[in-house]
């Protein structure tokens, strides 16, 4: 079992720095999310984790010792590739077996490893095809087949699901869930898609432009992110954000129009105030503290999306839960929830 | 399960630093190439450029030595090497003109459907596998009267007064070599080209056909932007190939009648296989070197003048 | 071009006249060659330009195949290119994987020196060659052909491998690496496995180039026992310089192995192309 940690971790091709100063400890047994846009750098950590790209700076752990020499093939971890890399030539039974050809494993020992995943993953009937027969969720599941069968230390997932559609998607996420539930073993996982990541993981790590942003539980980043990158990229729709100043104990927006805030205003260096799209309400005249004009209006059954255009603080999106009889072209009043509003400064930090 | 069997991760197998392995690997891999070529081609290159300013002639073996440009001042008063420098322009320009048109051709009715494709186009593919001395010998034969039909057809045509072979006559004796040299070359082009059609986007045919573009039209907007890239190179390569391409000559007619066939490259390879003068073979060698480097340079500054990449 | 525009009847039998015209020159001449060699000696002359002999033999194949030299050049012309073709294309397959796969300090000047070898004349080496083959008394082996064509090949082969490995997926081999495989071992379990069209393709290309080099051959080869092919069959032409029938008969002989080479790879060639070279 694996305690993976890494110190000070660098990574630049040539004078391109892509990854700087990545520090990271990774429990046995813990199932970390690696999220972040496209290009970050993502790929390049797992990567690196797996030994198939050198690491140009710090220190590479797994349970005390020093991994940063050590070839792919002794570091005993799995990966999952986006491409699923099935080998075109071999069938999906030596596709799975494969690692344990490499490791002479018993004729029997093989089988009985394969036979096993192959129950797991439901593809019993299919264990003489060749990857091209199959489907892509049919290639999904025999690329971790392949993982599972070697029984690994650490599995390493790359943007697995990204190529399947959106139903197989939510079912392979379960599927990987259960996976991880069942054999308890350390999994990263990287995805660009916060979904996949907010349900899945036991820790989020977010990544940004070569940097890690914060690392934390789900709910600490959609509760308490370290910042408006992290805010605005955590949580579906994005996070509302609106240019303000603190004014005493509450916050005065562009528009004059000022919001109480529950808890302590911090005297200066307010610069914006966040607030998800949850965390606003339709209200009534009375208890509305702006108003503004209805410009779309989404019914999606459970929830309704109302995009709010308020003249001199801009555009905003509103989701009420369940319907809400709000047409296009409304006027409505709007309500912050006093007790969800994030506050940054103009570097982005944080401030509450 | 496989614990017992199963090494700690980190414990390598006695295996050299992976670092290591990393930075040497590419060279372990490119190193068999690298030392044969450097070897056998570019160190005898350095070694045939130095005899071009030496005396190295197995006829006179005591008269070696540096002799400056001895050799190039012969070949500046050398009439053969003038007419043999004119000849090359001629065939090189002749071969590459026929064989580039009818390979482009080629290359688009190969790109078109019809019945029994795959057979017609491994058969027309096919006189490029034939080696270079059979089509030489094959050609000749066929220009031969007495056994071969082409002078009875040209002479039937008109184009010659009587069915003689036009390789023993020194005014057309170059379109023997030519006509081979074009029939062994089409396929080369063709080959290029037509992997340069297949690799255009069919859905770029359809949205110029929905925008009314004639035939003619998705000719010259499509198909030639996206085959001018590889038209470039491999006129340029062709052009050298062929500027250095002794063999058809040297079988089918030796340089004669009268040197009226003999191009740079069956010279230097007459002189040094036939007098066995290194020295001078290699001046010529250095002159035909320099003449295609100039030629290779303009048709790249041309390319990037002419193709916006 | 497309499936979609509708051909006038015109344009479509001027497309058929085309295509039968490439047809006829790309096969005339082979024709000829194979006519000339089962026509019976004494019909040569009389029927040399009739396009069919009024009668066969098989005569000038058997004089050629038992009272010639012939055997002796075709053996010998078949290990100096099979032995070419296979060095070649590991030598080759070596290169283009390390320059599809790698970037190491030097790859831009190999691959530039590369380049070069493809730009000058190869009769300049001519002389050199001859000079240091002979100092290391080879001349008259076939090993010096087997390595001077084979370096003479290497360069174009490692492109058309290259591109080979251009078009299979780095995914695959690093799948391999950390299934427990060294890199060495997933190129031979998995990449070259993929890799056997690209392999095919290049060893018959490589071993229809060296079946039909002349120049350096005659220059390097002057014993009977040694010559090659090409070399042997101009031999023929001062030898036989009357007998039209055998010497076509060793013709046709020499032509099998090539063109069959030929016929199986020339499908891959363009795929090869299609895929890599175009897209550079
Ligand atoms: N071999 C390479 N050479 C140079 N830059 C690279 C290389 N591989 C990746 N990069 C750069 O590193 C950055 C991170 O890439 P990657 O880890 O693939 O991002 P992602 O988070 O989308 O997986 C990108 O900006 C990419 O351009
Ligand atoms: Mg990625």
Redesign the interface.
């Known amino acids: 079992m694996a305690r993976i940690e890494l110190q000070s971790i660098a990574k630049s091709y040539g004078s391109v720095e892509v990854l700087r100063d990545i520090n990271l400890t990774i429990e046995d047994g813990e199932f970390i999310v690696l999220v972040g846009p496209s290009g970050c750098g993502k790929s390049t950590l797992l990567r690196m984790i797996a030994g198939l790209e050198p690491i140009s700076g710090g220190e590479f752990t797994i349970d005390g010792r020093r991994m940063n020499e050590v070839p792919p093939r002794d570091r005993d971890m799995a990966m999952v590739f986006q491409s699923y890399a099935l080998y075109p030539h071999m069938d999906v039974a030596r596709n799975m077996g494969f690692s344990l050809e490499i490791r002479k494993a018993a004729a029997e020992d093989r089988q009985s490893k394969i036979q096993g995943a192959a129950k797991t993953l439901g593809l019993t009937g299919l264990k003489e095809r060749l990857p091209k027969q199959l489907s892509g969720g049919q290639r999904q599941r025999v690329a971790m087949g392949r993982a599972i069968v070697r029984d690994p230390s650490a599995f390493l997932f790359d943007e697995p699901l990204s190529n399947l559609d959106a139903a197989l998607r939510v079912e392979m996420r379960l599927e990987i869930a259960r996976l991880h539930q069942r054999l308890e073993a350390t999994m990263i996982y990287v995805t660009h898609d916060q979904v996949e990541a907010l349900t899945l993981a036991d820790r989020i790590v977010v990544l940004n432009g070569g940097d890690i942003q914060q690392v934390g539980t789900p709910l600490d980043l959609y509760e308490r992110p370290a910042n408006k990158f992290v805010a605005q990229f955590i949580g579906s729709p994005t996070m509302n954000v609106l240019r303000a100043e603190a004014k005493g104990d509450s916050i005065a927006l562009s528009g004059g129009t000022r919001i109480q805030v529950e808890g302590d205003v911090p005297a200066s260096g307010v610069s914006e105030l966040g607030i998800r799209p949850e965390h606003i309400h339709v209200a009534g005249s009375e208890a509305a503290q702006f108003s503004g004009r209805a410009e779309l209006v989404e019914h999606l059954g459970s929830d309704t999306n109302i995009h709010v255009q308020v003249d001199g603080i801009g555009p905003f999106l509103v989701r009420e839960h369940g319907h809400v009889p709000v047409n296009t072209g409304d006027e409505v009043g709007l309500f912050i929830d006093p007790e969800k509003v994030h506050l940054f400064a103009e570097d982005g930090r944080s401030l509450r | 399960?496989?614990s017992t069997?199963?090494?700690?991760?980190?414990?390598?197998?006695a295996?050299p630093?992976?670092?290591f392995?990393?930075?040497v690997?590419?060279?372990l891999?490119?190193s068999?190439?690298?030392v044969?070529?450097?070897?056998?081609?570019?160190?005898?290159?350095v070694?045939?450029?130095s005899?071009a300013f030496q005396s190295?002639s197995l006829l006179r073996p005591f008269e070696t030595g540096w002799v400056g440009t001895e050799n190039f001042q012969a070949l500046w008063t050398d009439r053969k090497f003038w007419l043999a420098l004119k000849n090359t322009f001629w065939w090189t320009l002749g071969s590459i003109f026929f064989q580039f048109f009818?390979g482009l051709?080629?290359a688009?009715?190969l790109?078109?459907?019809?019945y029994g494709k795959?057979l017609?186009?491994?058969?027309?593919?096919?006189?490029?596998?034939?080696?270079?001395?059979?089509?030489a010998?094959?050609?000749a034969?066929?220009f031969n009267?007495?056994?071969?039909?082409l002078p009875?057809w040209l002479a039937a045509l008109g184009i010659l007064s009587e069915p003689y072979n036009i390789l023993g006559d020194p005014d057309l004796a170059m379109w023997g070599p030519i006509t081979a040299n074009v029939?062994f070359g089409?396929?080369f082009f063709a080959?290029?080209l037509?992997?340069?059609l297949?690799?255009i986007p069919?859905e770029l045919?359809?949205a110029a056909?929905i925008d009314g573009a004639t035939?003619w039209q998705?000719?010259t907007k499509i198909?030639l932007p996206f085959l001018a890239?590889?038209i470039a190179i491999t006129v340029m390569?062709r052009t050298?190939w062929i500027?250095?391409f002794?063999?058809l000559i040297?079988?089918m007619t030796g340089g004669g009648p009268a040197n009226s066939t003999q191009i740079l490259?069956t010279y230097?390879?007459t002189t040094?296989?036939r007098k066995l003068d290194?020295g001078y073979?290699?001046a010529i060698?250095?002159a035909?070197?320099v003449l295609?480097?100039i030629y290779?340079v303009i048709l790249l500054v041309l390319r990037r003048r002419l193709v916006k990449i | 071009m497309s499936a979609l525009r509708k051909s006038s009847p015109l344009a479509v039998t001027g497309k058929y006249l085309a295509l039968a015209f490439y047809l006829t020159f790309a096969l005339f001449p082979l024709y000829w060659l194979a006519k000339i060699a089962v026509t019976p000696d004494k019909l040569i002359f009389s029927e040399g330009t009739a396009m069919v002999p009024s009668s066969f033999t098989f005569e000038n194949f058997r004089t050629v195949l038992i009272a010639t030299d012939f055997l002796s050049y075709f053996k010998n012309s078949l290990i100096v290119s099979l032995g070419t073709a296979a060095i070649t294309t590991c030598v080759a397959a070596a290169a283009g994987y390390a320059f599809s796969r790698f970037d190491f300090r030097g790859k831009r000047l190999v691959i530039a020196l590369m380049l070069i070898t493809q730009m000058f004349p190869l009769l300049m080496i001519i002389a050199p060659i001859y000079k240091i083959v002979a100092a290391v008394g080879l001349l008259n082996s076939l090993t010096s052909l087997i390595i001077v064509y084979t370096a003479f090949n290497v360069p174009f082969a490692t492109f058309l491998m290259q591109s080979f490995f251009d078009g299979i997926p780095k995914d695959l081999e690093e799948a391999g690496m950390i299934d427990g495989c060294t890199r060495f071992e997933a190129l031979r379990k998995i990449i070259l496995p993929l890799t056997l069209p690209g392999l095919g393709a290049t060893l018959g290309f490589i071993f229809t180039a060296a079946w039909s080099e002349l120049l350096f051959a005659l220059m390097l080869i002057n014993s009977n026992d040694t010559m090659t092919f090409p070399v042997g069959l101009l031999t023929f032409v001062s030898k036989f310089s009357v007998d039209w029938g055998q010497m076509m008969a060793a013709g046709v002989l020499a032509l099998v192995p090539s063109c069959l080479f030929f016929i199986f790879i020339q499908r891959y060639l363009v795929q090869g192309l299609t895929s890599g070279a175009v897209k550079g």
């Not at chain 2, 069997?5 to 197998?13: E, L, N, S």
């Not at chain 2, 044969?36 to 290159?45: G, S």
């Not at chain 2, 009267?145 to 039909?149: E, L």
């Open positions: 399960m496989m069997t199963k090494p700690a991760p980190g414990k390598p197998r295996r630093s992976f670092y392995r990393y930075l690997e590419p060279y891999y490119i068999p190439a690298f044969l070529i450097a070897l056998v081609m570019l160190v005898p290159l070694i045939g450029v005899y190295v009818l051709g080629l688009l009715l790109n078109t459907h019809f795959r017609v186009q491994a058969l027309v593919f096919l006189p490029w596998a034939v080696p270079t001395f059979l089509s010998l094959t050609w034969w066929l009267p007495t056994i071969g039909p009875h029939w089409i396929p080959i290029t037509l992997a340069a297949q690799s069919g045919y359809e056909e035939a998705s000719f198909t890239p590889m390569l050298i500027a250095n002794a063999d040297f079988v490259s230097i390879f040094a296989f290194f073979a290699s060698a250095v035909l070197l295609l480097l290779a």
